[in-house]
């Protein structure tokens, strides 16, 4: 079967850094996808990583490994509106996308 | 770009009633969209998959006489949930993309609340 797995919650520090870990098991590749969802609304794209490596965006990064099946977003310098849940998804050999069940991060002053 | 609007935004109805949503993609055509129920604290949950122009593929355990998806063009999508029981409530939320290797990214609407009361 399909599998995205990423830790359900995470605390933070305002200021600090923080990673974000998601693994996957799909049939077939065709990009990994990392949302942003604020409660009660719906998600807004953050990076899309289809080849190995880091992407960097502003306070954002999204890491790549397809070999070890595994990518993390990377936050920093983190902001009291960045407390979200963060979803990881992938885009299967059938474009069909898989959804984690994403992860609450907390940040706290 | 790449706006995706969604209407109602809170929709509150009696049971056995019949409710609409719909999905308009604003400054882009649409080949394909998406349309996702998420259950308080869980993640999306894909419904069904629409094309324009063709009937939507539905996911397992979805009844497609209950929610029944038009996707008459490439900027416009409708969810309707039919005869609504109060554990049709839920946050319903479209996306859109481009398809294909042109546009694997899905943009999404800001969502619906349903109510069934």
């Known amino acids: 079967g399909q599998n995205i797995d990423q830790p359900t919650e995470m605390t933070a520090t305002e200021g600090a850094i923080v990673q974000i870990n998601c693994t996957y098991q799909?049939?077939?590749?065709?990009?990994l996808f990392w949302y942003q969802q604020h409660a009660g609304e719906a998600p807004t794209f953050l990076s899309y990583?289809?080849l190995d490596g880091l992407e960097e965006k502003g306070r954002f990064s999204s890491f790549l490994s397809r070999s070890k099946g595994y990518s993390y977003l990377l936050l920093k310098e983190l902001q009291m509106k960045d407390s979200a849940s963060y979803l990881c998804?992938?885009?299967?050999?059938?474009?069909?996308?898989?959804w984690g069940a994403g992860t609450k991060l907390i940040i706290k002053p | 770009g790449a706006v995706v609007s969604q209407h109602p935004s809170r929709v509150i109805c009696k049971s056995g009633t019949s409710v609409k949503i719909e999905c308009r993609s604003l400054?882009?055509?649409?080949?394909?969209m998406f349309w996702y129920r998420q259950f308080p604290k869980q993640s999306l949950m894909l419904m069904a998959t629409?094309?324009?122009?063709?009937?939507?593929?539905?996911e397992q355990g979805v009844e497609k006489d209950k929610f029944l998806i038009n996707h008459a063009s490439l900027t416009l999508s409708t969810l309707t949930v039919t005869s609504a029981h109060p554990e049709d409530s839920s946050f319903y939320i479209c996306?859109?993309?481009?398809?294909?290797?042109?546009?694997?990214?899905?943009?999404f609407g800001p969502g619906t609340r349903l109510t069934v009361t």
């Open positions: 996306s859109a993309s481009l398809g294909g290797l042109a546009g694997v990214e899905q943009y």
């Open positions: 400054d882009f055509q649409a080949t394909t």
């Open positions: 629409s094309n324009e122009g063709s009937k939507a593929t539905y």
């Open positions: 799909t049939s077939g590749f065709n990009g």
């Open positions: 990583n289809v």
């Open positions: 998804a992938v885009l299967d050999s059938n474009y069909q996308l898989i």
